[in-house]
């Protein structure tokens, strides 16, 4: 798989958690634990989240969010 795969691959499992855990919106962002994301998903959580056209966002409390 090339990088991009991976990439892309690690995003959808992290976005599909987010929407499993109801993270919606700033107000209903969750944790890390509460998205049960696993060690590989939270390694790229800070390379998938924030970015100006990413789809994950991050509070300033450390919760995430779509």
Known sequence: MTLSGIQFKMRQRIVS???KAG?????SAVTIE???LDFQEQQWLSYVAGGFMSKV??????????
């Open 23 to 27: 993270a919606t919106s700033e107000r």
């Open 34 to 36: 509460k998205a049960k």
């Open 57 to 66: 966002k991050k509070t300033k409390d450390k919760r995430y969010y779509l």
């Open 17 to 19: 958690k987010l929407q």
